[in-house]
């Protein structure tokens, strides 16, 4: 029987990608902003489109915080999709200090503009990059397991979370010798910084596997 | 290190697939729903369509496009044509777009990009620019081509970005469809005049002028039209000689 999937529809940006890719890997998707609709998920997906601010401004006033962080408390896959991923931490940085949901300890900061050599960063970090595995960290039994390292994947985003806890990075990539953090994970929560329904086939892999969780 | 992005681009009038040189002799080249979906199956990193259809209708082509291509893709995709106002910028997002194209209407009002990129973010918004070489400098026209505005489009590039396109698509008219190669100097002045990814596109016709656009031009993302469509070369090929020639791509 294929997993009742509910992406959490709190009023930000347009969704439908998501539900595709989820869709297409054999998910039974439903798209709500029903805390009861939430809670009956086998899979909890947070998409993100914007500001951090904006979307966790948007969620708290539809009464979705308490639902979303109830769900991933009952042990159940949850997956966090840019901004999505961003807002499990404890506070970011975008236009001014906002509390996330404070899954994952750390912060969401501006990438830096000025790179070492003082040339300059282009901001937003828009494209294609290869995934990379920290140091000492394993990607078999997580959503990346189907993943090889050097696989790319695709992102847009202007702000980068810092982990307090190393052991929360799935994967990083390079940017300009700046390290983004791709994808983080614990036990049932895991965040991608980057759209895997964008990320062509290696995306629907990933989908795929978190859907197999 | 970001990749090289090759992105094979999509002219669209009356539903199909059309190419021309210098933009003008237009030829049929296929369902562009279908074309896309094969680019990104070769190993596309982008689609850009551009619906080049005579349209004075609110209802805008390239939106119901989006739709059908939002239906099939897995990778990024643009769609511009005719884009005037904000709320066609949201209805060619929320049709499935993750980027929407500005050309003709934002040097008619350039408020469109600012109204654009505060609303949606500058990630969505790309600035289209075609330029013409006048002597030692490019004029940026519009209207396919059609129109000369009297701008440097070194200096649009620059007011573009400055209110807030996040991404410039830059195509040299004169090597447009000529398979002779990118301007190289027109994408360099523009590149190094921005900090926004430049996207060189005109003249593509074998994967060393990819290689020259990026390490010479400085570009980004490289765009490629008609040796695709025409069956010359696919995008799998191109991005293994751009391998081999040094550049590093998905």
């Excluded at chain 1, 994967?171 to 791709?182: C, F, G, L, R, S």
């Excluded at chain 2, 291509?69 to 993750?98: C, H, K, N, S």
Aim: with cysteine; aromatic share 6%; charged share 20%.
């Amino acid at each position: 029987m294929s997993k009742r999937v509910t992406v959490v529809d709190y009023g930000i940006g347009n969704l439908l990608s998501v539900c595709r890719a989820l869709t297409h890997e054999g998910g039974d998707v439903t798209l709500s902003g029903d805390p009861e609709v939430i809670r009956q998920a086998d899979h909890l997906v947070v998409p993100g489109v914007g500001a951090f601010g904006q979307c966790t401004l948007e969620l708290a006033s539809r009464h979705l915080r308490e639902p979303v962080l109830e769900f991933i408390q009952t042990g159940r896959p949850t997956l966090g999709i840019c901004v999505g991923m961003q807002m499990m931490f404890d506070i970011g940085e975008e236009f001014g200090e906002h509390q996330g949901l404070g899954v994952f300890p750390g912060r969401v900061v501006a990438i830096d503009p000025r790179k070492a050599d003082g040339g300059r960063r282009k901001i937003p970090h828009i494209g294609w990059n290869r995934l990379q595995v920290p140091n000492g960290r394993v990607w078999e039994g997580t959503m990346l397991a189907p993943v090889q390292p050097g696989e790319s994947v695709y992102f847009v985003h202007s702000f980068s979370a810092r982990c307090e806890r190393p052991e929360d990075v799935l994967a990083t990539v390079d940017y300009e010798d700046y390290e983004v953090v791709a994808a983080v994970g614990r036990d049932n929560v895991m965040g991608t910084q980057f759209h895997p329904e964008k990320s062509g086939d290696v995306g629907l892999r990933i989908v795929r596997q978190f859907l197999s969780l | 290190m970001n990749l090289v992005r090759l992105i094979p681009c999509l002219d669209i009038k009356d539903g199909r697939v059309v190419k021309g040189t210098n933009f003008v002799g237009l030829r049929d080249a296929g369902d562009p729903v279908e074309l896309a979906a094969h680019y990104e199956a070769q190993g596309a990193d982008e689609i850009v369509f551009l619906d080049i259809t005579a349209s004075s209708d609110q209802r805008l082509p390239v939106v119901e496009l989006a739709r059908q291509v939002a239906e099939v893709l897995f990778i990024p995709f643009t769609v511009g044509g005719g884009i005037r106002e904000v709320e066609q910028v949201r209805a060619a997002l929320l049709a499935g777009a993750d980027k929407v194209s500005l050309n003709t209407a934002a040097v008619q009002r350039p408020e469109l990009i600012t109204e654009a990129a505060g609303v949606f973010g500058a990630q969505c918004v790309v600035v289209a620019i075609d330029a013409k070489r006048q002597g030692d400098h490019w004029e940026v026209t519009t209207h396919g081509g059609r129109t000369f505005t009297g701008l440097d489009a070194v200096e649009w590039a620059q007011e573009a970005v400055a209110r807030g396109a996040g991404e410039i698509l830059l195509t040299s008219m004169d090597g447009d469809g000529t398979r002779q190669g990118y301007d190289l100097e027109l994408t360099r002045a523009v590149a190094g005049a921005v900090s926004v990814p430049v996207i060189a596109s005109g003249g593509a016709g074998i994967a060393g002028h990819l290689v020259d656009a990026v390490q010479k031009g400085k570009a980004d993302a490289v765009l490629v039209a008609g040796i695709l469509h025409d069956g010359l070369t696919t995008v799998q090929f191109l991005k293994q000689e751009m391998q081999a020639l040094g550049l590093s791509v998905r």
